[in-house]
């Protein structure tokens, strides 16, 4: 019984760290892709500053 529930017990927390990870994963894809965005966004807005001079 107990060999079980510890199987169990590492396979749920393994689950879970999977999960954490994916989870980070997708939140730092988010806030590079976020930040590129406005990098971009910066860029495009100075390059019209200086058409406009």
């Given at each position: 019984?107990?060999?079980?529930?510890?199987?169990?017990?590492?396979?749920?927390?393994?689950?879970?760290?999977?999960?954490?990870?994916?989870?980070?994963?997708?939140?730092?894809?988010?806030?590079?892709?976020?930040?590129?965005?406005?990098?971009?966004?910066?860029?495009?807005?100075?390059?019209?500053?200086n058409?406009?001079?």
């Open positions: 019984m107990d060999a079980s529930s510890d199987g169990m017990k590492y396979y749920f927390q393994n689950l879970l760290d999977r999960r954490r990870a994916a989870i980070l994963d997708s939140y730092e894809y988010m806030f590079v892709s976020a930040k590129s965005l406005i990098l971009r966004l910066l860029a495009r807005c100075n390059r019209n500053e058409v406009g001079l």
